[in-house]
């Protein structure tokens, strides 16, 4: 368990790293290290999907990992449906150490933890929270939302005229996701607090071409959005 929990904490870490660098950050290695000895200990990580670079990001971040790290990782994928994605971490649990996964929606997989908890198999959520869990890996959504929110009022008042006029149309990401809970979360209640209206919001599921139809629709629809 001492060696599980430690690869854990290095497979995290990576995850965070490379998510950074998904989003355009950088990283250096900073050096190499070796698991413990005795067997490999195995790492499962599963995926909303394959396609999406930030996700291909976190993933590549782990295989670094597990390189620097000498412990093999198992990668599945939930092809962007969340009962293949609940599916996909059931199978892993006969084959892995440790699952660090990103839930398409988290409360999907109440059953699935159960199972690993039984199992002794510590779980990792990856942008979302679950009591029972190991802990979740990610950033504070919500806060960073309402910085954009605080930003775009300050666009608004820009603009001139009363904040109470102004209509504003969101772009959401997955249904079900925490990540995306956080982010839309902390937008809307700064809208809120300053009497501006979200006209329309509707998700993406992280596809730039989806997001590009969606806000086309939205300029021929609302005209008058700020």
């Known amino acids: 368990m001492k060696k599980i929990r430690r690869v854990l ?40 999907d394959l396609t999406n670079p930030f996700h291909l990001g976190e993933v590549e971040g782990a295989k670094e990992c597990a390189r620097r790290n000498g412990f093999e990782l198992v990668v599945a994928s939930g092809d962007g449906d969340v ?3 609940v599916e ?18 988290v409360t999907a ?9 039984d199992k002794d198999i510590p779980v990792i959520v990856m942008h979302s929270k679950d009591e029972n869990t190991a802990g979740t890996v990610g950033f504070d ?14 666009l608004l008042k820009e ?8 209509k504003v149309a969101l772009l959401t990401g997955m249904l079900g996701q925490g ?25 993406t599921d992280w596809d730039g071409t989806k997001a590009v139809t969606i806000m086309e629709n939205y300029l021929t629809a609302y005209d008058q959005l700020d």
């Open 109 to 117: 997989f109440a059953n699935s933890f159960q199972k690993a908890k």
């Open 9 to 48: 904490s290095v497979l995290l870490a990576a995850i965070m790293v490379f998510s950074m660098t998904a989003c355009g950050g950088n990283s250096e290695e900073q050096g190499t290290d070796s698991a413990e000895g005795g067997d490999k200990t195995v790492v499962g990580m599963v995926q909303i």
């Open 83 to 85: 009962t293949k994605q």
């Open 88 to 105: 996909a971490f059931d199978n892993l649990l006969e084959q892995v150490d440790v699952i660090a996964v990103n839930c398409i929606d």
């Open 159 to 166: 603009k001139g005229g009363e904040l109470s006029d102004k």
């Open 141 to 154: 959504e919500f806060a960073l939302s309402r910085e954009v929110g605080e930003y775009a009022i300050e």
């Open 179 to 203: 990540l995306n809970e956080g982010r839309v979360g902390g937008f809307s209640e700064v809208m809120e607090e300053n009497g501006v209206e979200i006209v329309a919001a509707e998700p």
